[in-house]
């Protein structure tokens, strides 16, 4: 590389562009801009074809969480009848849907999404959310002010807030059991509870292919798609479906675009805005103000 | 020295046809018994009395509806009939012999991950052979499907699923609504 490199080709380049390409070898130097999350960090593929609504998952994850008791019994299944999002006292909820054509509902598991480049995370103004390298979006408490930006940044409308305390702000989704589990390198509760092994856990990377290698060998039972394999830069949950996934509640039209993408030039000039803007149009105005105050000045002399 | 070693490949050899000519009857519905307790994941719920003989009737003594290719009779789903279309008997049928009740423990993924020669990496875990063999079938023929209907629940799967003695009060309300 540093050999066909000479000094016109560096300067060419701009002396920092330059010198990136010479580190990076043929990569673009913007590539360096986006995460597209830890390499060796694990996930769950979610196969709805698979999920009879048992609710299974739901238990499990309210014992091992620690969650309060639930208002019904984990095996009541008239839950079931109205869609349900998570909550402070539900970080995973299994919803209904009746599919036209389809002779069977189907089930569809919701909880964190744990993105690669998690839009809580980014928005997150004190730096409460934290990705960790075994896939997890984990968040501290301690330093959360109770802003609740992270639950209008999520795409997935995860983050729950607890509303029963007004001094101690809490957020409360699903981790991954990252402190329990994951960090130590087992599967969360629910992938354990599953009877119907809807819930494949292990490296992102290898559920990808397993995806699709599931797909191509049932071409008549899925769609031909992973959702989260793409879907806002990724996500270490993914879903595969035998219907489009817009008729078992997902939203189709985020994009592959990482949420922090769409404000990235915004939140560049905030600073700037700040610290130069008060600045600069407090002069204006007294200078546009300086005549006045001193005709009102010399008035006053007068007097 | 070499005529001896001939005459010893053939006697093996003869040794060999004559084992695969007595494996040729496959395995038998006979050989297994009637009745088989299913109880290794025993646990929120109690094993399960798993009728043999009925099921041996329900599929008219075809083994390879639930046994894939290890009875000695050729797979029928064609994904798996493109290898196993020749299958030899196997010394296991059970599904603990081959489906592992730890599938999502590091060990286990550790192991797939590092064994090159493994084509089935996605072999599902115990538990899941259960149930998607079972369920799957037993929804197509409109047998029972509910968790109770096959094993009922244990102590332990009461408290986990907050019924029975350990149902909610009545009035509880969720977590967070006023």
């Known amino acids: 590389m540093m050999s066909t490199l000479n000094r016109r080709k560096f300067l060419k380049g701009g002396l920092l562009g330059g010198a990136a390409a010479t580190v990076l070898g043929t990569k673009k130097a913007e590539a360096a801009h986006s995460f597209g999350g830890y390499p060796e960090s694990m996930g769950v593929l979610v196969d709805l074809t698979r999920c009879v609504g048992c609710r299974s998952c739901e238990a499990a994850c309210n014992k091992e969480q620690g969650l309060p008791t639930p208002a019904q019994p984990f095996d009541d299944q008239s839950v079931l009848n109205q869609k349900r999002r998570t909550s402070e006292g539900a970080y995973t909820v299994v919803n209904r849907y009746e599919v036209p054509g389809q002779d069977h509902p189907l089930f569809r598991k919701i909880q964190c999404n744990h993105c690669n480049e998690p839009a809580c995370l980014t928005s997150c103004f004190v730096n409460a959310y934290k990705k960790t390298p075994e896939g997890a979006v984990v968040y501290d408490a301690s330093v959360c002010v109770g802003c609740r930006t992270c639950m209008v940044a999520c795409?997935?409308?995860v983050p729950a807030y607890s509303y029963s305390s007004v001094l101690n702000p809490v957020v409360k989704k699903c981790i991954f059991c990252y402190d329990t589990r994951l960090k130590l390198g087992r599967p969360p509760a629910c992938v354990e509870a599953c009877p119907q092994e809807v819930l494949t856990f292990g490296r992102r990377q290898d559920l990808i292919k397993l995806g699709h290698e599931r797909i191509r060998?049932?071409?008549?039972?899925?769609?031909?798609?992973?959702?989260?394999?793409?879907?806002?830069?990724?996500?270490?949950?993914?879903?595969?479906?035998?219907?489009?996934?817009?008729?078992?509640?997902?939203?189709?039209?985020?994009?592959?675009?990482?949420?922090?993408?769409?404000?990235?030039?915004?939140?560049?000039?905030?600073?700037?805005?700040?610290?130069?803007?008060?600045?600069?149009?407090?002069?204006?105005?007294?200078?546009a103000t300086r005549k006045e105050a001193v005709k009102n000045e010399q008035q006053a002399n007068k007097r | 020295m070499k005529r001896k070693h001939y005459l010893i490949a053939g006697l093996a050899g003869l040794v060999v046809l004559a084992g695969a000519q007595a494996g040729v009857t496959a395995m038998d519905a006979a050989d297994a018994p009637a009745d088989i307790e299913i109880n290794s994941l025993a646990q929120l719920y109690e094993p399960v009395q798993f009728d043999h003989a009925m099921h041996v009737d329900a599929t008219s003594g075809s083994c390879v509806t639930c046994h894939h290719h290890t009875t000695g009779a050729p797979a029928e789903d064609p994904n798996c009939a493109r290898c196993h279309r020749t299958a030899a008997e196997s010394d296991v049928v059970g599904c603990k012999d081959c489906h592992s009740a730890k599938r999502f423990e590091a060990d286990y993924l550790k192991g797939v991950a590092e064994n090159k020669a493994l084509y089935h990496?996605?072999?599902?875990?115990?538990?899941?052979?259960?149930?998607?063999?079972?369920?799957?079938?037993?929804?197509?023929?409109?047998a029972p499907v509910g968790c109770q209907d096959c094993h009922s629940r244990t102590d332990a799967g009461d408290k986990m699923f907050r019924a029975g003695k350990y149902a909610p009060a009545p009035g509880t309300k969720p977590a967070g609504s006023h």
Not at chain 1, 222 to 248: P, Q, R
Request: hydrophobic share 40%; charged share 20%.
């Open chain 1, 155 to 157: 795409p997935f409308y």
């Open chain 1, 217 to 287: 060998s049932n071409p008549d039972r899925y769609v031909d798609h992973i959702y989260g394999e793409k879907e806002v830069g990724g996500t270490a949950w993914m879903y595969l479906s035998s219907v489009g996934f817009e008729n078992v509640g997902f939203d189709t039209e985020l994009g592959n675009e990482p949420i922090i993408n769409y404000v990235k030039e915004f939140l560049t000039i905030v600073p700037m805005v700040l610290t130069i803007w008060p600045a600069l149009f407090g002069g204006f105005h007294l200078l």
């Open chain 2, 121 to 142: 990496t996605e072999k599902v875990g115990l538990k899941g052979a259960y149930h998607l063999r079972c369920m799957g079938c037993h929804r197509e023929m409109g």
